[in-house]
Nanobody
Framework: QVQLVESGGGLVQAGGSLRLSCAAS????????MGWYRQAPGKPRELVAS???????NYADSVKGRFTISRDNAKNTVYLQMNSLKPEDTSVYYC???????????????WGKGTLVTVSS
């Protein structure tokens, strides 16, 4: 019913930049929060950044000042601009959205399949 498709991952050298995009499509009435999580091998998934429909943002301490999350509500799309990348940023990055498919229903969590970001030293 709802699909999230990420793009923009890849290989970059330390100090470089990448921009991730995630577009939500399907039976969408509204999206409250959109965010990016990441999971490195052998580690739990962690929040990287999130943004509400009103533009309020939240960042993990490890990415503050380097990553910027933004959102286009008209396109149901969220972006993650990643600058000054470090090898420890290497992970699979997952898009998340809290979606209401009907006005009378509560929001449900949807996830993308993930995009790999590899930062070489």
């Amino acid at each position: 019913q709802v699909q999230l498709v990420e793009s923009g991952g890849g290989l970059v050298q330390a100090g470089g930049s990448l921009r991730l995009s995630c577009a939500a499509s399907g039976s969408i009435y509204s999206i409250t929060v959109m965010g990016w999580y990441r999971q490195a091998p052998g580690k739990p998934r962690e929040l990287v950044a999130s943004i509400t429909s009103g533009g309020n943002t939240n960042y993990a301490d490890s990415v503050k000042g380097r990553f910027t999350i933004s959102r286009d509500n008209a396109k149901n799309t969220v972006y993650l601009q990643m600058n000054s990348l470090k090898p420890e940023d290497t992970s699979v990055y997952y898009c998340n959205a809290e979606v209401r498919i009907m006005p009378q229903l509560g929001a449900m969590d949807y996830w993308g399949k993930g995009t790999l970001v590899t930062v070489s030293s």
